[in-house]
């Protein structure tokens, strides 16, 4: 095997934060592929430009995603990743395995690829990085033998991802892990078979402190809340004023709303003004616990700055409850994904499109009514549609004002 | 061997087989947990059950060596179980608390950095750099392990007001919730593209192209068969070179970082924000990246210095405001922090009520 | 229509767009079903049928994915021809 000289990213096996760069030279040590990604990365090191090409067309038969095509530019001075596909594994949910379970996808990777991984790519997938086209259709052989399925890639539904939610979190208000693995089943087909008009990211989060960040990165975004009253412990928050919390700055100050108040002695809250930021819940884990009546606040829109600027989601269900076999959620994609066909352009994401047609247009196609939880503000300008129906709504509203001699704003 | 017989839609193996008992045991019924060191927290259950777990850092691109490593101490320790967080680190669980002190003593031994939970800096959410892309302008890695060397302190001990989450991304594709976390590196090209016109017309659809530009920077080139780019409408963006490979971005003297602040994803106390850009450019300086490193470790101590406790850095600067920020930390105002391209109207100020 | 039959009209669809339009799934399903008066499913499931086949394939490029007619080489590497 050649023997790369790599004085520049040498320096960085230096330092006290774990070194990709070892990683690199660990599987190096025994993979031809491996050993070649290192010399191949010392060069861009070195010229400061990368030299990977354009994704090609790669796969496995009769899907359309999962395998992202990779070949350099450097093919001749670096045969080993001439090719350098990546295969996207789909996660379990919540990241965990089993010792068994993730040397078996060691072998199979250290036989057919480079031995390199990412742990996890920033969808959620488990990434293999660095195989040949004709080790392709082995991979997926080996891997879906053994009960694991490529990730979607290209203009399909993303492998769904989740929290740990309800496995090692107190706060969570759905069932994150379940929900993602009922979606990612029920939606086989439109993970492999890229269908759409670009990518569709569904991210779950148990709740506000939104850990998968699906608020800013997924097209929908399913966030854990819950009605009713926080659970107080007042023996608890008694406990952390004697600890030393001073829980009027750090907790009542805190609070959005100001809806909580402390005499000294307990907490109070006036949970109805509550808008479930999660502050006070974070801070004094053990004295107070969400609600009891549970669900999720569904958001649709989020994406990175491409094209026209990154969009956070915005808020379209204030509250759906998430219970098996989840029909409710599965119905409300399905109609969200006809009104994105409908709609779209090639390559646009389903938030740019409901900015090009307008939200009552979405909504209207989802069946979901107007609601000021939907808002931060009503619009500011008076350029509005009033549709027929509109109209005859308005004049049938004061028709009845005139009948009851009540007003009805 | 002979390749076994394939299956297709199959989905991930379901994820309770990989459930340690005592998190099967205690699914949904967790009553509290508590941060004992940033390394290390403990949940407890309704049960009166625990669960440590420790978490240790990774540098995210990993050997099957080195997963083999996680699995041998999941072995050892954990009974076989263990997983990975969105953040990239591995995390290993025990119920018997007698475990847990030889647990940290073995990853000790072998190296592993223990921390991240609570208020520090946790692993650092990249993207595939000159590692693994093909739109990359820098190396997200090498920017990564060359920031968190420097601020290992704040992973491993050292307390900060709140939670810093630092992202870096290699282009403006922002692949992974770059645009809003405390801190963030962006890569930026700073030139207008090239194009090869003699491709063109065999690699690219026209309309595609033209559509690609957010600012209509493009229009046809009939003569060549090809595009023309108006120089002064580009902003480097590179979305035309994602649909079309014949136009060329790359320059390894004008590639360069540009360094974001202020923004989180959580809703705690203030709604999600985006982060906004304070530094325009610093040049591409691998393999160690000094001046980004430097700018990112000088915010995190102003922060650190200046924020109440429980303030992200993005609700300190709301609280303080940027021209203050700007004049705590020292950093040039420059026309970069000034939108001008769709969000000026929202960006700018609207009132005399600033400070000095 | 016999599979067989509806499948030529799919590839010829196909074949007339080569080189000049890329065709995403919708584009065919919903170009050939209103060639032919036909339901949208049979359309799609018809497609996919050769899809598994080889006969098309899914690609991608300009970031975006496309069906396409596979190329020579595509077929040598899946072993669909010598």
Redesign the interface.
Known sequence: MKKYSTP??D??E???????????K??AKTNEM?ND?VGH?EK??A????Y??????V???????GVI??YSELGDEFPGVAH?H?VRI??????????????E??DI??KYGS??????G???DLVL??TK??AL??I???Y??????LGG????LRTP?C??G?????W?NY?T??L??AL??EF??EI????F??KFKIKMSGC??????????ADMSIIGTWKGDIRIDQAEVANYAKKGMDIN??IIG???TQCMSYDGKEIKINNAECNR???CI??M??AL?PGTERGATICIGSK???????L?SWVIVPFIKVEEPYTEVKDLIRKIWEWW?DNA???ERIGEVIEMKGMRSFLEGIGQEPIPQQIKEPRKDPFMFYTEEDMVGFKAKEAEEKKTGKYKF | MAIPQRKTDIGPPKYDQFLPPAIKKNYGKWKYHEVITPGTMVHVGESGDKLWTVRVASPRLLSTATIREHCDIAEKFCDGFFRYTTRNNVEFMVADESKLEPLKKELTDRGFKMGGIGNAISNVVHTQGWVHCHSACTDASGLVKAMMDELMPYFESKPLPNKVRLAVACCVNMCGAVHCSDIAVVAVHTKVPEIKHELFKNMCELPTVIGSCPTRAISPDPANKSVKINAEKCMYCGNCFTVCPPISIKDADRDGVAILVGGKVNSLRSNPKFSKLVIPYISNEPPRWPKAVAAIKHIVDVYAANARKHERVGEWIDRIGWERFFSLTGIDFTFQSIDDFTFMRDTMRTASTFKW | METAELQDKIFAFCEAAKGKKKLKEKDIIKGVSAELSLEADVVKKAMRGMIDVGRLMYSYGGGASSVEIPSEEYLREKGMIP
């Open positions: 520049l990213i320096e960085l230096k330092g006290p934060w774990p070194s990709f760069v070892t990683e690199m660990k599987a491996s990604a990365l861009c090191y010229t400061k430009v990368g990977w090409k354009h994704g090609g067309i796969g496995v038969l009769g899907y359309g995603g095509g990779r350098f990546t789909n996660q379990p949910s919540g990241f965990y395995y089993t010792s068994a379970a993730m040397k996808i060691c990777w250290d031995g390199l991984t990412n742990v996890h920033s969808t959620g990085l660095g086209t004709d259709e082995n997926f052989a080996e879906s033998s053994r009960g694991w399925d890639s290209g203009s399909a991802s929290c740990l309800p496995s090692r979190c107190e969570s069932d892990l379940d993602c693995y990612t089943q086989q087909d492999h078979r890229p269908m008009s670009y506000a402190c939104d850990c998968v960040a699906s608020i800013a990165r700055a750090e805190m609070c959005p930021c999660m502050h974070t801070k884990t053990k616990r990175a700055p491409i094209v026209v600027g990154s956070l066909d352009k090639p390559r």
